[in-house]
């Protein structure tokens, strides 16, 4: 059944453009992970519910954090700015683990409260965290095709120079 459910999303992905997905904020899981998913949820078929299409937007987007928050080049950084922001000890990922799902399930859970924190108040923390020079631009799109509108369009305002950035740094604290 999830290869039928595969081979129906790749006939829809081919026959909708690009320009038209981001428009429709357009985002498919691909199977295999939808199938280490599914056994993380119970199996109540009375209560059953469909993930609707924003939410799953801003699941991809909170997954691009995830990944950030891994990446050797980002992660110390941000990870000590949010600690900061939550007042609270947060543990370094381990960043030689190339994927955020190959972290240890309570370093997902870390990962994954530190991408919900970004995402949280948006944009405001995410401003706050570029402001503090713990992500760049270029990060914030690194490997992130078909991102949704709202989340380019806002990444976009944080392409400026770096002494426009300690400008703006300095007039918000």
Excluded at 32 to 42: N, S, T, V
Excluded at 61 to 83: A, C, M, P, R, W
Excluded at 143 to 163: G, Q
Aim: proline share 3%; net charge positive.
């Amino acid at each position: 059944m999830i290869l039928e459910a595969e081979i129906i999303k790749n006939q829809a992905n081919s026959s909708i453009t690009e320009s038209r997905k981001k428009q429709l904020g357009q985002y498919f899981t691909p199977a295999p992970i939808a199938q280490f998913m599914a056994p993380l949820f119970q199996n109540n078929h009375e209560s059953v519910r469909i993930l609707v299409a924003i939410q799953a937007i801003h699941l991809a987007v909170l997954h691009q954090f995830g990944k950030l928050l891994t990446y050797k080049s980002v992660s110390e950084k941000l990870v000590d700015f949010i600690e900061s922001q939550v007042v609270q000890t947060i543990d370094h990922p381990d960043c030689s683990n190339r994927f955020f799902e190959s972290q240890e399930v309570s370093m997902r859970h870390q990962i994954i409260s530190c991408a919900w924190w970004l995402l949280q108040d948006w944009p405001k923390n995410l401003y706050l965290a570029w402001l503090n020079g713990s992500v760049r631009y270029n990060q914030l799109l690194k490997d992130f095709d078909n991102s949704p509108e709202w989340y380019s369009e806002m990444i976009k305002m944080l392409k400026v120079d770096y002494r426009k950035r300690l400008t703006r740094r300095n007039n918000h604290y």
